[in-house]
């Protein structure tokens, strides 16, 4: 064989040689897990910060709605006081019509003589109506006897 003699390793040497592999794959083991902390921890910090950013937007929804409730009440009762005075003057004023014909219709004629008096036109109207159409039955009616 020629060639280079190669000295075997010692098994201390390759004990320290493996004690040095370890630690150094214990120190990357490390970082990867100080990394793996620190993304948590901003990961944490990030949720923590959308937790209150969503409350302080909800908070802001909720305030709008409650604004826009209590003044949505606020113009319904408006709303319905001024229809409620509506509807007093309305009754008022028909109140006073009524007052204003009653007096003007008591200045012309009683009540009682001008019902008395209509009463009296439609029985007379009635009764006229009936006259005129009245025929016997066995009387042929004019026209017919002018015919003949």
């Known amino acids: 064989m020629a060639g280079k003699k190669t000295k075997p390793f010692s098994p201390r040497e390759d004990i320290s040689s493996l004690n040095k592999q370890i630690r150094t794959k214990e120190k990357r083991v ?24 969503t409350t302080n937007k909800l908070s802001s929804i ?29 009754e008022r004023r028909a ?4 007052r204003i014909i009653d007096k003007n219709a008591s200045s012309f004629f009683p009540k009682k003589t001008v019902a008395l008096t209509i009463i009296a036109l439609v029985a007379l109207g009635s009764g006229l109506l009936l006259s005129q159409k009245h025929q016997p039955f066995n009387q042929p009616s004019s026209e017919k006897r002018i015919q003949n």
């Open 30 to 53: 490390q970082k990867v897990i100080d990394q793996k902390q620190g993304v948590r921890q901003s990961y944490l910090e990030a949720m923590e910060k959308l937790r209150k950013n």
């Open 62 to 90: 909720e305030n709008i709605q409650d604004d826009f409730t209590s003044t949505m009440e606020c113009l319904d009762k408006e709303e319905e006081s001024f229809n409620l005075e509506i509807k007093e003057l309305s």
């Open 95 to 98: 109140q006073l019509n009524k």
